[in-house]
């Protein structure tokens, strides 16, 4: 589930890997703060770097781009009147032309080109092609469950999220306001019930999301690239995943 955002993507700032920071130096601060010397730091994280060199087995990990671009994409598709059919929902929509993909991509500000954007949408089913040829929004957010397949910015974003909730601002540069970060667990769980856990949580948790999305919708200002700067907006949302841990 992508949250509303007006960011840019993972690693658009200055250097490429500049959001390799944005995810360590929180992690590195709690660490710090725990008693752990520098070297102590340094020597687990090249032991855990030689372990990911050899580790082959999991999934590919992939650049897919537009990880926030979609998001915003996928809001304005189902709200923003010029797209919504007589019944108030998310018209299908022509290639090129007024009221088409490509003037939705425009209005959104978003410069890839419409065939990387389509093949995007498509690849992780969140548009269908139609039988005269029309694009139909079939998901109302980006699913990037494929198996065998780790995408990269999406899941490097929840865990730089993850991470700043966990550790309260730790390692940024300015004060940041707190969010919450709750979880349940039960360590005495018969391991026949991984399944069905899983199951139960994700069906409640996408409905919860579900909700989520709805109040972002109701608070979004639209179009995000031509908004006031006098005007400041934030991106808000929120992450949920499943534990499954052996230890006790």
């Not at 660490?31 to 999934?59: D, F, H, M, V």
């Not at 939705?104 to 065939?115: A, N, Q, R, Y």
Request: hydrophobic share 35%; proline share 6%; charged share 25%.
């Amino acid at each position: 589930m992508q949250p509303k955002t007006n960011s840019r993507s993972i690693g658009a700032r200055g250097s490429k890997v500049d959001y390799v920071e944005e995810l360590l130096a929180p992690l590195m601060t709690f660490l710090t703060r725990s008693g752990l010397t520098e070297p102590q730091i340094l020597s687990q994280c090249s032991a855990a770097i030689r372990r990911g060199r050899k580790n082959r087995s999991g999934p590919k990990v992939a650049r897919i781009g537009l990880a926030h671009d979609s998001s915003i994409f996928v809001a304005r598709w189902l709200r923003d009147p010029t797209y919504l059919n007589r019944a108030g929902r998310p018209g299908d929509l022509a290639l090129r032309g007024p009221g088409s993909l490509s003037s939705l991509l425009s209005d959104c500000g978003i410069d890839t080109p419409l065939d990387s954007a389509l093949a995007l949408l498509l690849k992780y089913g969140t548009v269908r092609k139609t039988a005269n040829g029309k694009c139909r929004l079939v998901k109302r957010y980006m699913n990037y469950a494929i198996p065998g397949l780790l995408p990269f910015e999406p899941n490097m974003q929840f865990m730089t999220d993850a991470i700043r909730a966990t550790t309260r601002g730790l390692g940024l540069s300015r004060p940041q306001p707190r969010v919450f970060c709750k979880w349940a667990d039960n360590v005495g769980i018969p391991i026949r019930f991984e399944g069905e856990f899983s199951r139960f949580a994700e069906r409640r948790g996408l409905a919860f999301l579900y909700e989520i999305n709805d109040w972002l919708d109701e608070h979004c200002h639209l179009p995000l690239q031509n908004y006031p700067r006098s005007r400041k907006v934030t991106r808000l949302g929120m992450g949920l995943f499943g534990i499954r841990s052996s230890r006790v």
